[in-house]
């Protein structure tokens, strides 16, 4: 098993898409990037403990490589947006990947690279950020599996 953490605004389009993907084993939403005491949801959309809203993915490598979940992340919110996706708007709504090594780290460098030549978004600037991964909070209960328990469409768009 392997993990990825990505942040692509609100958490229940981020963690509904990654669901859909054979080989995820799991998705959980949750909190990572800010000051590393526990936090809660009411104190991260205020904006001020520095955390952006993530969806922690645990998968089988043998199934899904990690250039595929990079290829979700950057098909499923617009990584030209600063710290706004759709109405969300905070720096905890960031586009940012958490790296856990060295190798996910170079992958997800290449992968932006890739995505920038490849003139999808034009001249506007790609500003998701690549950073190492921090403690992982994971969001209330209520937040887990939240489109499909309140049967609600997904609030991201493909890209």
């Known amino acids: 098993m392997a993990v990825a953490t990505f942040g692509a ?14 080989g995820v084993i799991n998705a959980t ?28 993915v645990e998968y089988d490598p043998a199934k899904v490589s990690y250039d595929d979940l990079l290829q979700i ?4 919110h ?5 710290n706004k996706q759709g109405a969300d ?9 958490f790296f856990h090594d ?10 932006k690279l890739a995505l920038m030549k490849s003139g999808k ?4 600037q790609i500003v998701t950020e690549i950073v190492p991964a921090q403690q992982f909070h ?10 499909q328990k309140n049967n609600l469409p997904s609030c991201h768009i493909e890209y």
């Open 29 to 56: 939403s949750g909190y990572m990037g800010g000051d590393n005491k526990a936090t809660t949801y009411k104190e991260v959309k205020t904006g001020e403990t520095g955390h952006a809203e993530v969806v922690q």
């Open 73 to 76: 992340f950057w098909k499923n």
């Open 121 to 124: 978004w034009g001249a506007r």
């Open 138 to 147: 994971r969001a209330e209960d209520y937040h887990q599996d939240y489109i």
């Open 102 to 111: 060295k190798t996910q780290k170079a992958e997800a460098e290449a992968s």
């Open 78 to 82: 617009n990584p030209t947006s600063l």
């Open 9 to 22: 605004g609100c958490f229940w389009g981020v963690e509904y898409f990654f669901r859909q993907v054979d």
């Open 89 to 97: 708007m905070g720096t905890q709504y960031r586009s940012v990947v």
